[in-house]
């Protein structure tokens, strides 16, 4: 397998990228340990809590830790601090956790399936939850069934229920298997940790498809990638196209696109896929709409989206939507009335840890 590192032309910007994240980091911690769900950029105070988030932020900090980078918080008690609140996990957030302890050596594995058992055994449980929960169950369940045999047979249940009723015709995934109009209408979220579990799931060997599975997807996504280089939101599964492209949010752009683009060139070592990955680093940094860098490096705020104006937005969607679905084709192109989504989510900052720490050099 390939490790893929970044080309000379775009370390730099990923070496601000990750230094930028591991500085702003703890302003978003809260006095409970835990990190907050967001904050704005006119108040500049930690909003609500948020154990997913948390967990988000864990990994990417795990991830910096095993590239060699030194004085990061204490990621045991962070760890500690998110069991706190176990009984609040959803499907999504036991994925989340098995991949976590995947990374510290697999101490409650057991615990975290026994939970995650009832969820992943009913198929009414497994269609109601959204296409990223379903992704990371099967990235957690894949980190762990090379190490732990209990875990194989739910991951073939989730592998089977994701080809059976999550996979459109196209290739392209649902966003659910409950809902009867919005699963035909998933979000790049949908397709992006979709196809990180495909990439980790073909790493198994339980998974004959999964390759290919994963490539067909990661065609898609980049065929529709739009002509700035911003990721869209909103595809029709049936017929792999762009319903709508707001909210472009920053975190797709310079994080969640390249976790999944640059694993899936390490597992198949073609560059083209790591080429995509830094496709869309320049759209957040001001080649976009708007011609405002999201990441603002001065006041060290990484600003969550370019976004439709209301009401413009939710008529849009809503036009883009019918419209697709009955003709075939969307409405509303690209507006002159969007705007900056003035807030930032930890995540965002982990993610992007988990996405390029290792692929760059760290500080000495």
């Not at 904050?39 to 795990?62: D, H, I």
């Amino acid at each position: 397998m390939k490790r893929v590192m970044v080309t000379t032309s775009t370390r730099r910007e990923v070496d601000q990228l990750v230094s930028f994240s591991l500085e702003h980091l703890p302003s978003l911690l809260l006095s409970s340990g835990l990190y907050c769900h967001d904050m704005t950029y006119e108040q500049r105070e930690p909003r609500g809590e948020s154990v997913r988030y948390s967990l988000m932020v864990l990994l990417g900090m795990q991830r910096a830790a095993q590239s060699g980078f030194r004085d990061l918080p204490d990621l045991d008690e962070l760890w500690l601090r998110c069991l706190e609140r176990q009984d609040s996990f959803s499907g999504g957030d036991l994925g989340l956790a098995l991949w976590v302890d995947a990374r510290r050596e697999g101490a409650i594995v057991d615990m975290l399936l026994a939970r995650l058992d009832p969820i992943v055994s009913s198929e009414e449980a497994l269609g109601s939850l959204v296409g990223m929960e379903v992704a990371w169950i099967l990235i957690g369940l894949a980190h762990v069934a090379g190490s732990h045999r209990r875990a194989e047979q739910p991951l073939d249940r989730v592998t089977e229920h994701l080809t059976r009723t999550r996979r459109a015709p196209s290739g392209m995934y649902y966003h659910d298997a409950a809902s009867r109009f919005r699963r035909h209408l998933p979000n790049f979220a949908t397709q992006i940790y979709t196809l990180l579990a495909l990439s980790r799931l073909a790493r198994t060997g339980r998974a004959p498809n999964a390759r290919e599975h994963a490539r067909v997807l990661a065609e898609h996504l980049v065929r529709l990638q739009l002509p700035d280089g911003g990721w869209p939101w909103l595809f029709d599964a049936d017929r792999a196209h762009v319903v709508e492209p707001y909210e472009v949010y920053t975190v797709h752009q310079d994080a969640m696109a390249p976790m999944a683009l640059l694993d899936f060139a390490e597992l198949t070592g073609e560059s083209r896929w790591a080429d995509a990955s830094v496709a869309g680093l320049a759209w957040s940094r001001g080649q976009n709409e708007l011609e405002i860098d999201l990441l603002d490096i001065e006041q060290g705020f990484a600003h969550r989206s370019i976004r439709r104006r209301p009401p413009w937005d939710r008529l849009a969607l809503a036009s883009n939507s019918i419209m697709s679905r009955s003709l075939g084709r969307p409405l509303v192109r690209r507006p002159v009335s969007v705007e900056v989504n003035r807030t930032c989510r930890p995540y965002h900052l982990g993610w992007i840890l988990e996405a390029w720490a290792g692929r760059q050099v760290p500080d000495q």
